[in-house]
Antibody, heavy 124, light 110 residues
Framework: EVELVESGGGLVQPGGSLILSCVVS????????IHWVRQAPGKGLEWIGR??????????VYAASVRGRFTISRDDSQNTAFVEMNSLKTEDTAMYYC???????????????WGQGTLVTVSS | QSVLTQPPSASGTPGQRVAVSCSGT????????VTWYQQLPGTAPKLLIY???QRPSGVPDRFSGSNSGTSASLAISGLQSEDEAHYYC???????????FGGGTKLTVL
């Protein structure tokens, strides 16, 4: 069974930086894309980006709201994905989830399972 | 403002059937499969419907998905108190080159 565990969240000042980690247990990490989704307090879900596998050249794509500020990477030897967040804004305050494509999914919006999330608060 | 449009709330009594709509465009729902998630308070989203109409193992057949053109719908029959949650639709958007979500619908079981 696949399990994802995020860490690295915390309080950071506007303009600051933070790196979140997502450790994945279970089979096929290196062959799977990893996606990051966030949820501001009391708000809906927002996809922020994904990184594909080595076989797909570790291709990344980002939502417009974070493009140029966030960078997603992975270390297949550690079964871990990362999101490096720079130039943080108050509106980046959210719970950040990592997730991966579900079994049998034929579309890129299908994620299963999800991690429990890590909370990032951007405030002075 | 979310790319996919959902009603902010829906409600029903136990045993009733309720439907949650999700409206999009030709670049998302009109050309890609739809996914639905259930989010209980304080928990991560859970995959509910994928490939527009399929249910993961463990999801009761009370939950069903459908679509028509640029809209999709989640139906819940035989409503139960434990169905009280937020429901989100999602799809890949070919124009934005990313995944888009609906704003979410809070379902209340009266």
């Amino acid at each position: 069974e696949v399990e994802l565990v995020e860490s690295g969240g915390g309080l950071v000042q506007p303009g600051g930086s933070l790196i979140l980690s997502c450790v994945v247990s279970g089979p096929s990490f290196s062959a799977s894309a990893i996606h990051w989704v966030r949820q501001a307090p009391g708000k809906g879900l927002e996809w922020i980006g994904r990184i594909r596998s080595k076989g797909n050249n570790y291709a990344t794509v980002y939502a417009a709201s974070v493009r140029g500020r966030f960078t997603i990477s992975r270390d297949d030897s550690q079964n871990t994905a990362f999101v490096e967040m720079n130039s943080l804004k108050t509106e980046d305050t959210a719970m950040y989830y990592c997730t991966r494509p579900g079994r049998g999914c034929r579309t890129t919006s299908c994620f299963d399972p999800w991690g429990q999330g890590t909370l990032v608060t951007v405030s002075s | 403002q979310s790319v996919l449009t959902q009603p902010p709330s829906a409600s029903g009594t136990p045993g009733q059937r309720v439907a949650v709509s999700c409206s999009g465009t030709s670049s998302n729902i009109g050309s890609n499969s739809v996914t639905w998630y259930q989010q209980l308070p304080g928990t991560a989203p859970k995959l509910l419907i994928y490939n527009t109409v399929q249910r993961p193992s463990g999801v009761p057949d009370r939950f069903s998905g459908s679509n028509s053109g640029t809209s999709a719908s989640l139906a819940i029959s035989g409503l139960q108190s434990e169905d009280e949650a937020h429901y989100y639709c999602a799809a890949w958007d070919d124009s934005l080159n990313g995944v888009v979500f609906g704003g979410g619908t809070k379902l209340t079981v009266l």
